[in-house]
């Protein structure tokens, strides 16, 4: 394993980071904040509990998964798709280093961004609402599993995306709203029957509802599902991954 | 053994079009080796498919013995490329990037390296800017620093002075006999062929996907040399007169005749063409002869 080169694209993605601190970490906290201000506060006031859960309280593991869903595929797929737009590609894929080792520094980084974040988040909600975690363990093992497996996602986008517009479509018009119908803002159960059944076919349902177990102990679908639901998800993702660069798509020529 | 070995090697793109076929060539150890091709020949997709930025369709290419696709860690750890296309970082500094290569190909840091590599292509005081700062010379010379940031054997110079003025061309050219003196080997493609008269021990034709011709640049220019002989006519002529027919003669003006002949022939014809002129009283103030340029013999072998 060739830990220099991996560090070197780790670092050089995480000092990216850093030159950007504006948008890449007070920009969603900021935007959680509102969230807050607007469902919490606002709406959050007209609402007692979700499930014997204050409201406030309620939503903030589905705040925590809107954003690092939509931070680990905006990261990654950004992390490969601007060195694919400004041709600087050419050094990583002439460097003597694997493919394994290349998904390892860019994907570390972008899950590394996205914890961060995630964990900020948390502790911007503590400011406004009680929070209680129940599965401590669980949750650090949620939060860290979705970084991975979304940031491998955003690396598939950016490996895609053949402009930025492309770029922009997935979290955009997909992710968004899968996590906003996925009940980041309220339980299945308050939905009615027939939309409660076509939820189930949003996998980030089943994201938010293990997320917000270790919280409060509360879940729309059983833990063991969320769990098979992002393992199958993570193993999808590797496997794309794997088959990018066996084939070298739209990597090389 | 040579550093470099290619054999039988194509590249057909999914398309259907052939971009190298069948090539072998051998490249020496620390030999300046220029590829010569005009546009489109197969010059970028050649250096390419050696540094694993394209797949090769069939063929080998062995690094130092070193497979590029079964040993390819091995194999790259002996390359530095500088692509034709400035492509860089514009917001961090040169240090952070010429640093950032070295590590990439898994070298521990060392700053006095990078430095004195900086120092080489007058780049020191340009350490901490930022790249966006620079001028194109300054990031073609950045570049450079980038591909030799990991002290390659075999250095990959891809159109390395395109676009750049004569006095930083020529220090490039003073740092490439450098590299050559500390035993890098040295595969540079180039539109001008001043620049790889000036520099390579080799020369290497590339068009239409194929190696035309591998030769020492000297019988190269030996082999395909042709003369020319000026004749500065004193008194202007309309025509060539008829007796002369038989030397294949131009002239141009009226007053300039210009004889072509092969240099490794033992009789050129030169004196029979001198005494031609005297019997038919043709007068001439002076006789200047010239060497075929590497320019003319190249535009003859891709025609």
């Given amino acids: 394993m060739n830990i220099t080169s991996i560090l070197a694209i780790y670092k050089f993605e995480m000092d990216r980071m850093w030159r950007t601190l504006a948008q890449s970490i007070a920009s969603p906290v900021i935007s959680t904040c509102l969230y807050f201000v607007v469902f919490g506060s606002a709406i959050g006031s007209r609402i007692e509990s979700v499930e014997g859960i204050e409201y406030g309280a309620f939503i903030v593991p589905g705040l925590v998964m809107l954003s690092v869903l939509t931070q680990s595929v905006s990261n990654a797929s950004f992390g490969i798709y601007f060195p694919r737009f400004s041709g600087t590609i050419y050094e990583v894929l002439s460097a003597p280093i694997s493919f394994f080792e290349i ?14 974040i995630g964990s900020i988040i948390l502790l911007t909600a503590n400011f406004f609402v009680p929070l209680e975690v129940q599965h401590p363990l669980t949750m650090i093992f949620f939060l860290v599993l979705t970084c991975i497996t979304f940031s491998l996602f955003g690396f598939i986008i950016g490996v895609w995306a053949d402009g930025f517009e492309q770029l922009q479509i997935i979290p955009l018009l997909i992710i968004t709203p899968l996590t906003f119908l996925g009940g980041s803002f309220y339980s299945l159960s308050m939905l009615p029957p027939i939309w409660q059944k076509i939820s189930m076919l949003n996998p980030v349902v089943y994201l938010i509802s293990g997320f917000r177990w270790s919280f409060y102990g509360h879940a729309d679908v059983s833990l063991t599902i969320s769990f098979a639901m992002i393992a199958f998800f993570l193993i999808t993702c590797i496997l794309i991954i794997r088959w990018i660069f066996k084939t070298g798509y739209r990597i090389k020529s | 053994m040579p550093i470099l070995q290619i054999k039988n090697l194509s590249k ?37 498919t050696i540094c694993g930025l394209v797949n090769p369709t069939s063929g080998s290419i062995k690094v130092a013995g070193h497979d590029n696709l079964t040993e390819y860690k091995d194999a790259r750890s002996y390359i530095g490329l500088v692509p034709q296309e400035l492509t860089t970082d514009a917001f961090i500094s040169v240090r952070d990037a010429v640093s950032f290569s070295r590590a990439l190909f898994g070298k521990k840091k060392d700053q006095q390296l990078i430095e004195s590599i900086l120092k080489d292509l007058s780049l020191l005081d340009k350490k901490d800017s930022r790249i966006m700062a620079l001028s194109g010379g300054m990031k073609r010379r950045m570049m450079i620093a980038k591909a030799l940031s990991h002290e390659p054997k075999i250095l990959f110079l891809d159109e390395p002075t395109a676009g750049v003025d004569v006095k930083l061309r020529e220090s490039m050219w003073e740092l490439v006999h450098k590299l050559r003196e500390n035993g890098v080997t040295i595969i540079l493609t180039t539109h001008y062929i001043e620049e790889a008269e000036e520099m390579a021990d080799r020369i290497g034709v590339i068009n239409k996907g194929q190696i035309v011709l591998v030769e020492e640049k000297k019988s190269l220019m030996k082999k395909l040399g042709k003369k020319e002989l000026t004749i500065d006519l004193k008194e202007s ?45 043709i007068e001439y103030k002076d006789l200047k002869t010239k060497q075929s340029s590497l320019e003319e013999i190249f535009v003859e072998l891709v025609k």
């Fill in chain 1, 103 to 116: 998904v390892l520094g860019y994907v570390g980084a972008a899950a590394t961004k996205s914890l961060i």
């Fill in chain 2, 12 to 48: 057909v793109y999914k398309g259907g079009f052939t971009a190298l076929k069948d090539i072998n060539l051998d490249i020496k150890q620390g030999e300046i080796f220029a590829l010569l091709g005009p546009n489109g020949a197969g010059k970028t997709t050649l250096i390419s």
């Fill in chain 2, 237 to 281: 002529m309309p025509d060539i007169p008829e007796e002369l027919n038989d030397f294949s003669l131009k002239l141009h003006s009226g007053l300039h005749l210009t004889y072509s002949y092969d240099d490794q022939k033992e009789d050129n014809r030169i004196g029979e063409l001198i005494g031609k002129l005297s019997e038919l009283g």
